[in-house]
């Protein structure tokens, strides 16, 4: 523009153009390119790093894995053999119920027997028992026995005779008594 025309510019009130702020200089390419080249080291570098401990990691636990599937081949043997054991115990169990059954039978057959032979004992006992002190006679298998009842024992009457002798007789052998 020459000076002529920024005077008639100016006499018109036109506004004049201000001068622009100077520009910042703009990175050279070749500076772009080196801080580029520089991050994308720090990035390659930091994932380097990052790979590294997660292929550590995938080792270790690689490892963690395979000790898991032995300790768990050792315990499905340990349960084939258990399970082999308990199946073995079960039947053991079976018949041992059969012949508690057995028992259990012969056993109250058994009760019920002692039961019957013991059920005159025991009413000579307490029939006995409330005159410990007196005199007494006794019917037994092996004849009469007469003197004072002295005791009267769990299964057998003592007597002391006139004779002072001391006489036991089991429940069971007495027949009668008056």
Known sequence: MSLRQILFVKSTNVP?????????KRPALLDMINRLRHRFLRLFTSLNRRLH??????????????????QEKQLAAKL???TQSLNGLSGQV????AQTETFATQISSLQAEVASLTAPSRAVRTMLHGRV?????IES????ISGMLTAVGHDFVQI?????????????KVNSAT
């Open 16 to 24: 004049v153009r201000k001068k622009a702020a100077p520009r910042k």
């Open 160 to 172: 002391q005779e006139p004779t002072s002798d001391i006489v036991l007789i089991p429940h069971a």
């Open 53 to 70: 401990r997660i292929s550590r990691d995938v080792s270790r636990l690689t490892g963690q894995v395979n000790e898991v599937s032995a």
């Open 141 to 144: 298998n092996a004849g009469f």
């Open 94 to 97: 079976s018949a041992f119920a």
């Open 80 to 82: 084939a053999q258990t």
């Open 133 to 137: 002190g007196t005199t007494v006679s």
